[in-house]
């Protein structure tokens, strides 16, 4: 892996730039209230916690015998979705202040996510985060989700830096592993802090394991710039 001077800043969205969480929890429950299903509490949605949101639709299609096609779920969850992340979503406030720093220094940045091209606008919009990170890459625009690595190497593309020279900020262990396997170093922060010790966080490079509560943006800051 090269020595890095000026490294490109590939963020996962859900969980590490914004709190979104709470908010797909409640578009999935939404949907799932639809089809009859009564029971899908906070336990169950955390499960897909860094799972794009097909792979999720499609397990959960499967556990409740839901006869309705797999694209009328996506519909479905991101009409809930959309309608909940306009109404409000948080951004972690270290989260914004490295990102305003980065923007600062001209850094690369992209956002590469699980969730649909409509969701990753819809947040980014109503944060004010899309006029300082341009680029963004959808998993439903690559092959294969986390954990392969796909939508982080799409991401190096459009920035146009090596996967070497990029750096991937994560919440998730399918994350930290997709990170790994494109050639990446990783800064995770776990969302949820039971999963801190998942073997695939041991290949980050810088770990926190109490997640946003222990991130700071000046620390972060100051590793990417020794690198």
């Not at 979104?20 to 639809?34: D, I």
């Not at 406030?93 to 220094?105: D, F, G, K």
């Not at 341009?134 to 796909?150: C, H, I, L, N």
């Not at 990029?166 to 990783?186: F, I, K, L, W």
């Amino acid at each position: 892996m090269s020595t890095l001077h000026n490294p490109s800043v590939i963020f996962d969205l859900d969980g590490t730039l914004v709190d979104s969480e709470p908010n797909y929890w409640e578009a999935g429950r939404r949907l799932l209230a639809e089809y009859g299903v009564t029971d899908y509490d906070w336990a169950q949605h955390s499960r897909f916690i860094g799972i794009s949101t097909r792979e999720t639709l499609e397990t959960l299609r499967a556990e409740y015998g839901i006869e309705a096609p797999v694209e009328t779920l996506l519909d479905g969850k991101n009409r809930h979705y959309l309608a909940l992340a306009r109404g409000g979503t948080e951004v972690f406030p270290e989260m914004r202040t490295l990102v305003e720093l980065l923007h600062a220094e001209g850094v690369p940045m992209a956002v590469a996510s699980g969730s649909s091209r409509a969701a990753i606008e819809a947040v980014l919009a109503a944060t004010g985060l899309d006029a300082l990170i341009p680029v963004t890459v959808s998993a439903d625009e690559v092959e294969r989700g986390k954990p392969a690595p796909d939508v982080f190497l799409a991401a190096a593309g459009r920035l146009g830096s090596a996967p070497g020279d990029c750096v991937v900020m994560e919440d998730a262990a399918p994350g930290a592993a997709a990170a790994h396997a494109a050639g990446m170093r990783c800064v995770a922060i776990p969302y949820v802090a039971a999963t801190a010790g998942d073997p695939a966080f041991a290949t980050a490079d810088l770990l926190y394991p109490g997640g946003q509560g222990e991130f700071t943006a000046a620390a972060a800051y100051a590793w990417l710039r020794s690198l």
